[in-house]
């Protein structure tokens, strides 16, 4: 049985899985979606917590699956626990080499915007319109469970020993594009699977979405 270690991006929290996980129990998976730790903490902080999630799993079939900021988690906890992952699933995930962090990856106009949102070393919690959710309900949903984001997470660069890029990795791009997530899973040599929808697209369509990445995994 598979065991997929769901983790979510930037200022959400597990609850963002809460759609999907149903349609990966009913295909037999079993999940877990850790919460990342908040306040002053950063990307190294997460890929622990992450790491600490991993070595809790029962020993098996173990995917990682990370959103956004979240990619850049689960590439480092992957690196430090490669024999316990087969493969590593980004959906519109952030990724990169050994030693970059989310403003290297990012357009400087991004940066610029969410270093103009931070305050006491916290970023702002932007609009759901931000993330492509425009439906009146579920932009409500998520306005009232997202919290600001650790300035950290985004500062600091990822440490890899070459170990996560040994493991067989996929990345779901959201379509259309609005940041460069497919120039980054080219760039690490991982297969792109496309998927009409927003960035929050687990939101939108949490079905489609646990059916490309269990087709990615079987």
Known sequence: MTTFVL???AWHGPWAWDRMVPFLHDAGARTLAPALGEGDVGLHDHA?????????????DVVLVGHSY????????????PGRVRRVVLVDGWAGADGTSLYDLAPAPFVQALRD????????????AAFGVDDPDDAAWL??????????????PTRLT??????PGTA??????????????????????????????????????????LEACA
């Open 162 to 167: 070459g170990a996560a890029d040994r493991i």
């Open 143 to 156: 306005a009232e469970r997202m919290r600001p984001q650790p300035a950290r997470t985004f500062e600091e």
């Open 70 to 81: 979240a990619g850049l988690v689960v590439r480092e906890a992957a690196d430090r626990r």
């Open 48 to 60: 622990d917590e992450v790491v600490a999630a991993l070595d809790g799993t029962e020993d098996g």
């Open 117 to 128: 949102r931070t305050s006491d070393g916290l970023v702002a919690v932007p609009p759901p």
């Open 172 to 213: 779901i791009l959201c379509r259309p594009a609005v940041y460069p997530f497919e120039q980054c899973a080219k760039a690490i040599g991982y297969r792109a699977v496309p998927i009409d929808g927003p960035h929050d697209v687990m939101l939108t369509r949490p079905g489609v979405l646990a059916g490309l990445i």
């Open 7 to 9: 983790v979510a991006g």
